[in-house]
Nanobody, 123 residues
């Protein structure tokens, strides 16, 4: 089972990026998926999560209204659309899968993690 995150890069404040996380090795249509991030010298923090049915979505207060999580089960892929980016959004972004579980904000409840993709927002 592998999660491959992509889409990171350098963007100016106010810009947008879309991250993708493609899962392989199993069908993730019944799994919750989450995005987390870790900035330099900070702990990993929750960003967004989505349930298997797409009906449940959670967001960190710091990204609510700017970021949107979505999934395409036919492609085994989860997305994070990030708009109105701020310098404080700079971090390595990780996707994670919680097998046969509900969406959650707790990192330890996820079973698999991707390798991370770097997002840098310049001021």
């Amino acid at each position: 089972v592998q999660l491959q995150a992509s889409g990171g890069g350098l963007v100016q404040a106010g810009g947008s990026l879309r991250l993708s996380c493609e899962a392989s090795g199993r069908t993730f249509s019944r799994d919750a998926m989450g995005w987390f991030r870790q900035a330099p010298e900070k702990e990993r923090e929750f960003v967004a999560a989505i349930g298997w049915s797409d009906a449940i979505r959670y967001y960190a207060d710091s990204v609510k209204g700017r970021f949107t999580i979505s999934r395409d089960n036919a492609k085994n892929t989860v997305y994070l659309q990030m708009n109105i980016l701020k310098p404080e959004d700079t971090a390595i972004y990780y996707c994670a899968a919680r097998l046969n579980g509900f969406a959650t904000r707790v990192p330890s409840e996820y079973n698999y993690w991707g390798q991370g993709t770097l997002v840098t927002v310049s001021s």
